[in-house]
């Protein structure tokens, strides 16, 4: 992995803003849908999905399928709309579709909420659980070491490392996955034996008079029942999609991955490899957890809070300890150490994007409002510095990981996601899907729906679903009220609040429209008007700006920048190198590292690149190939999605 990384900081350019942050927007197809399943598929779902299933059975899986439907409404709606704006960052995408700087510095510190906070945590959480398993390494050694190596490569290769290790990975992922679900179906007795044994798979060692360790009826039925059920399908049509479409159309670490292609078709490509591989998880990642049960009934699915404790720690439940356990049950040792690497891959490359987009977000919406002037050096540095700050928060967040024990951190961190991600799906979507929305209805909808979103996200931190041998004492609005109708409730409002005080309030200029929305995507290209933006919604022209000459260059250069032109290549400015009389061998190595190009004195800097527009048009004979396949896809997703329901 590491020769793989090392490739790619050798091949690419990373001196650069769309070098380093967009891979200079050279990737095929097969690379971005890689890297956006492997983004997606990191080391929490192979133990979050396998114990939902062993706990739960197919439920959980309606999460993977909705996302295949998502990943192509990304692919086909959403990408041109943000290939044609020329954006960088999804924040930066609502400064400009809206105006201000509120809008885009709120998403911005949420998205670094959500990521530093949950996906992180997540990751780091379900890859600890792996190795104690699995290695019995000292686990603030092993996470500490992981985290290293996934840094040093995204340190210094930039997004181009991040989607080649993806790709790599991948394929270990899935020889490794469908290795360990064929031995899986060998032991069990195969398919009819995984039906029939589930029911039966109930622990000798249960907490009387309860349902502890006991199956569920619906265990084999995605659909569920609309008021009793642990997955309702009313909230999974609604309440799931919503902050699905958040995930595979708005969130940074995705929708990067996508504009690193180096034009629509491949990344319609990429959206489809994505789709179709969204498949596998069930077969490769629940289906084995749920074997897991069969075979070890009284640790996987252990019903007594004493023997769980003793088990793995966690009295609430083991469920999550299913697939490391076959893992290390099943596998000879050659094979055995392959799913190591398959789960030590899965944690490195879920970070290494997560750290790729936290940086890109930080340094070009965040540091750039705070700099205005940052040269492109300086924020090549920021960037890459911000990945060591937040390698550093993430050790620190360790010991909280560790104290809030088993699965509960990985519903906690579902229900995060479903009570924080519907109000910015809305935005997004009428601001791409209707022109009238405006920067007051954004804002103050974005407000009040986070706003609602933290009262609930509060209340079930304080009021925790208790275990299944203890009564449900917690307040009505927590108790029955499910998290996925909290969802759709709060799409609904927030989607209200957004259209009435958009109507009520001024219309959006021109400039916040062209290139902006699905129906204006292909207006001509224009340069912007040389106004610097203000937190309070002030502006002024460059013009009243009294700056020496060299800062002028400086600000036009910047304003530029910030203004996108509608494009994604920009020009190599002069000050995104170092004018030095002498190098030394060790910072030569270092400037090398970290990708960075200097110049001695006297040296003429190269002729800037001229700059091209972001161009939606699509070759027929590819456009009707990728069509072709989008109602294939389509059609598969929905006869699964039926056919378990």
Known sequence: MLAVGLWAMWKTKRSTVDGY???????????????????????????????????????????????MLMVLVLGWLFLPIYIASGVTTMPEYLQRRFGGKRIQLSITVLYLFIYIFTKISVNIYAGAIFIQQALQWNIYLAVVVLLFITALYTVTGGLAAVIYTDAIQTCIMLIGGIALMGFSFAEVGGWNALMEGYATAIPSVRFPNSTCGIPRDDAFHLFRDPVTSDLPWPGIIIGMTVPSMWYWCSDQVIVQCSLAAKNLTHAKGGSLLASYLKILPFFIIMLPGMISRILYPDEVACGDPDVCTEICGNPVGCSDIAYAKLVMELLPSGLRGLMIAVMIAALMLSLTCIFNSSSTIFTMDMWRFLRPRATEWELMIVGRVFVLVLVVVSVLW?????????GQLFIYIQSISTYLQPPVSIVFLLGCFWKRTNEKGAFWGLVLGLLLGCIRMVLDFIYPTPPCSEEDGRPDVVKYIHYLYFSS???VLTLVVVVVISLATEKPRPEQVSRLTWFTRFDPVVKPTEQVFTVEGSRETLETITTEPQETVAMETEQERSNQKACHQRKDSASSVSRVQSQSRLMSVLYWLCGMERRTEGEKPPPPPEAAICSLEEKPSLRHFVNTNLIICISVAVFIIGYWA
């Open 21 to 67: 942050f967009l891979a200079g927007k050279s990737m095929t197809w097969w690379p971005v849908g890689s890297s956006l399943f492997a983004t997606n598929v990191g080391s929490g779902h192979f133990i979050g999905l396998a114990g939902s299933g062993a706990a739960a059975g197919i439920g959980a899986i309606a999460y993977e399928w909705n996302g």
């Open 398 to 406: 360790i010991p909280v990981v560790q104290a809030s024990q088993g």
């Open 489 to 491: 409730m709060l799409s």
